[in-house]
């Protein structure tokens, strides 16, 4: 499976060093957390960090998860800023399905995200126009949260829903439960607070890389 370091995780003073660290490690993406403090109460990053990430390492996919009411203002603004997938929450009251549509137009993969409290069968009518779910495991907003067992229901109640694609998961997930989650159907395993605060990421990912 593949693995995607939170940099909300990282020293905000050494952005840079730390990226460089999880690529050295053998990362397969970035995950950048977008919070507009209304969606989820906390702010984070601008589109200028997503795009000093993506000038500095151009080869790196960067998984950008919008926690925003109104991510439609700021779709083309990450896509330009070099996003490889551009995640929206199922919860916000734009045509969801016509934004990922249009994410999918230009060339990005579209992600999905729901809640903890969105059940799968929310989102049914909405697989057809994702390329990946994203299965929140703890309430969005803060890193280094307590990882929810209760939404491995939800996994595998997408695979049963016949949903095919990219599934990622994204809260409080360590190396005591990524295995966990990989015999639930998980493909991309978020990981902010471990990967960052990891001994050993190389260990750790190559360990990953061979769920
Ligand atoms: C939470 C964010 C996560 C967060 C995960 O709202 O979407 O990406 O950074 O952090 P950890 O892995 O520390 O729970
Ligand atoms: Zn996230």
Request: proline share 6%; aromatic share 6%.
């Amino acid at each position: 499976m593949k693995v995607a370091p939170s940099i909300l995780a990282a020293d905000p003073l050494s952005m840079g060093c730390d990226v460089q660290r999880m690529v050295d490690a053998g990362t397969d993406w970035i995950h950048v957390d977008i919070m507009d403090a209304h969606f989820v109460p906390n702010l984070s990053f601008s589109p200028a960090l997503t795009e000093a990430l993506h000038e500095r390492f151009p080869a790196l996919p960067l998984d950008v998860h919008l926690m925003m009411d109104e991510p439609e203002k700021y779709i083309d603004v990450f896509i330009d800023a070099g996003a490889s997938v551009l995640t929206i929450h199922a919860e916000i009251a734009a045509d969801v399905a016509a934004l990922l549509d249009y994410i999918r137009s230009r060339g990005v993969k579209a992600g999905l995200s729901v809640k903890p409290g969105t059940p799968a069968e929310a989102i049914r009518h909405l697989l057809p126009h994702a390329d990946m779910v994203l299965v929140m495991t703890v309430e969005p907003g803060f890193g280094g949260q307590a990882f929810n067992p209760d939404m491995l229901g939800k996994l595998t109640a997408l695979r049963e829903m016949g949903y095919t694609g990219l599934l990622e998961a994204d809260g409080g997930i360590s190396m005591k439960n990524v295995a966990l989650l990989r015999q639930h159907g998980l493909d991309v395993a978020v990981m902010g607070t471990a990967m960052f605060s990891s001994a050993d990421p190389k260990a750790d990912m190559d360990a990953i890389h061979a769920l």
